[in-house]
């Protein structure tokens, strides 16, 4: 009798305790009782289940337009247009970024940001549901990284709340935004340089994982510089004047084995790797000109300068070898990441609420299927018991042989690390992917538009749903998360950003290989006016496995059954 009371109490009090607050922040004192707020993320679960459909054609068109980062075009119009007609401000080509935009609606304080990657990967071209190798273009995009559905994810989550915010009058502001080639790491320092979140309270961040998560505290990625050395010598006949030439690709050659010998000499927690971007022209001209692409990455920011020094002047002493100038240019940087603690414990209250889906047999099967092709780790299919909430790793230094204090662990990086370091940020990974595949990969799209993204897009919007919910009808979490942020995350440590007032987004990236393979993929973008799912318009049966491969998981789960028996 007492829980009805509150809750009558609390439904003809809530109007009045929210009319006319549209311009401020509700007050700790104002705040609905707990359960009108758990009511209220009920009904936003609910308008999440019933909006599904919407999240998974999200999901598949941004899947079948497969672009690179800076050149996601289709993406850009497509995202833009569904929220502009849902009654959005959108701002376009933010920070100088053709495909960059910021989307907002509502009024007055919290601003909460939502955001995420629509990028995708190089040759990572695959049919979904299939569990081996087959591309939809030989060569082509894909998307082994599954950047394809935290934008359906986020937008079905903000629409729901959007609903209940004007319903309810509840104040706020709803920022939705696009990570843009987060693959080169390239665009959310100058997000933040640029000023586009100054006013922003909090922000959550959504990419795809294999189960179910959130953590709080430095998490052991890396921080990172991505970086181009252009080298130019003098062209010249190969055979018949070489020694009137100067190569380009000489300096590169010498650099890359500098780098590569400098590598034993360097601290355990670096991480390096480069490509030859441009190796001259034709081999019996000289290169003139030539270019190296390096990622330099490692655990603290000033470590991350140090190791870029290093690499410069590796770069300066191969043009002395060659006779030849280096220049270089900033592509991109990165933080290493911090997430905030009060806004991830929040979150992961909500994340046990909603729970794991609910794996059909053809989900496992063709999990299972692609865990034995890619020879994974494991081969026991999808999670179905959610991550315990990630702490952080202890960033003390550990005292190693010689004496050398080092920051412990190493991996790879984000660049949401730098709106982590300039409002309190929290990263929810949602249950989309196959666990134990490579990353960066083919078979990582394999999952991507099937039922698995599908049923994790749905679960990770209802939990970012409930936490909005939390967010904006209950202060103290915001300012607890600030308190965080002002007290330990940032006490003792300054954010400088790695990119100086003077680099410009490299807008040119991948710009040749779209050029190329666009015309390709045009004729596979998804249809949903004619099919309900990318599945059913490729005419793939799901799941598709060769015979060999359901034998060896009937063979697995025999041996396992007698196991038991045992």
């Not at 502001?173 to 100054?198: C, H, I, N, S």
């Not at 100067?246 to 390096?272: C, F, I, K, P």
């Not at 790879?412 to 666990?435: E, F, K, Q, R």
């Not at 942020?485 to 100086?500: M, N, R, V, W």
Request: charged share 25%; hydrophobic share 40%; net charge neutral.
């Amino acid at each position: 009798m007492k829980y009805c009371t509150n809750l009558l109490f609390g439904l003809l009090l809530l109007p009045a305790l929210l009319f006319g607050q549209s311009k401020k922040a509700i007050k700790s004192s104002d705040r609905p009782p707990s359960d009108r707020i758990e009511k209220l993320k009920q009904e936003a679960v609910a308008a999440v289940e019933a909006n599904k459909i919407q999240a998974q054609q999200i999901n598949d068109m941004l899947f079948s337009f497969s672009e690179l980062g800076f050149q996601e075009e289709e993406t850009f119009t497509y995202l833009t247009t569904i929220l502009e007609k849902e009654g959005f401000t959108i701002q376009k080509g933010v920070a100088g970024i053709p495909t960059a935009w910021i989307a907002t609606w509502g009024s007055g304080k919290p601003v909460i940001a939502v955001g995420s990657d629509i990028d995708c990967i190089p040759k990572a071209s695959q049919k979904p549901g299939v569990a081996y190798k087959d591309p939809i273009v030989e060569g082509a995009p894909g998307h082994g990284e599954g950047h394809n559905s935290g934008q359906a994810l986020n937008i079905v989550a903000v629409l729901a709340v959007k609903k209940l915010m004007e319903r309810e009058k509840i104040p706020g502001t709803l920022m939705l935004w696009p990570g843009v080639a987060e693959e080169q790491l390239a665009t959310k320092a100058f997000y933040v340089r640029d000023g586009y979140f100054k006013n922003v309270d909090a922000c959550i961040f959504t990419h795809v994982a294999s189960n179910f998560g959130v953590a709080w505290g430095d998490n052991g990625t890396t921080g990172m510089i991505s970086a181009k050395f252009n080298f130019e010598g003098q062209a010249a006949h190969a055979a018949g004047a070489p020694w009137r030439g100067r190569s380009a690709l000489d300096a590169v050659e010498l650099m890359n084995v500098g780098w590569n010998y400098r590598r034993e000499h360097l601290e355990l927690t670096q991480r390096s790797h480069y490509v030859i971007s441009d190796g001259g022209d034709q081999p019996n001209v000289v290169p003139s000109k030539a270019a190296v692409w390096y990622y330099f990455r490692e655990r603290t920011y000033p470590k991350i300068k140090a190791l870029f020094e290093t690499g410069k002047k590796i770069a300066e002493g191969a043009a002395m070898m060659t006779d030849t100038k280096v220049t270089y240019e900033i592509l991109g940087s990165a933080w290493p990441v911090h997430t905030n603690r009060p806004i991830a414990a929040a979150m992961y209250e909500n994340i046990k609420k909603v729970g794991l889906p609910t794996w059909s047999e053809e989900d496992q099967l063709l999990a299972k299927a692609t865990q034995r092709e890619l020879q994974s780790p494991r081969t026991n299919g999808l999670d179905t018991k959610i991550d315990s909430v990630g702490l952080p790793v202890s960033s003390a230094p550990v005292v190693m042989m010689g004496g050398q204090a080092m920051t412990p662990l190493s991996g790879g990086s984000d660049d949401i690390a730098d709106i982590s370091w300039s409002v309190p940020t929290v990263v929810l990974g949602y249950p989309s992917n196959i666990p134990a595949l490579p990353g960066h990969h083919w078979s990582d799209a394999i999952s991507m538009a099937t039922p698995i993204a599908h049923k994790g897009v749905v679960a990770g919007a209802k939990a970012e749903a409930m936490t909005l919910l939390d967010m904006l009808l209950k202060p103290e979490i915001i300012k607890d998360a600030w308190a965080y942020y002002t007290d330990e995350q940032t006490k003792g440590i300054k954010y400088e950003s790695l990119i100086s007032s003077k680099e410009q987004p490299a807008i040119y990236l991948n710009k040749k290989i779209m050029t190329e393979f666009k015309p390709k993929l045009e004729k596979f973008y998804y249809d949903p006016s004619k099919y309900k799912t990318y599945l059913e318009q490729l005419g793939i049966k799901y799941p598709t496995l060769r015979d060999d491969q359901r034998a060896a998981i009937a063979k697995a789960a025999e041996k396992e059954k007698e196991m038991k028996g045992k």
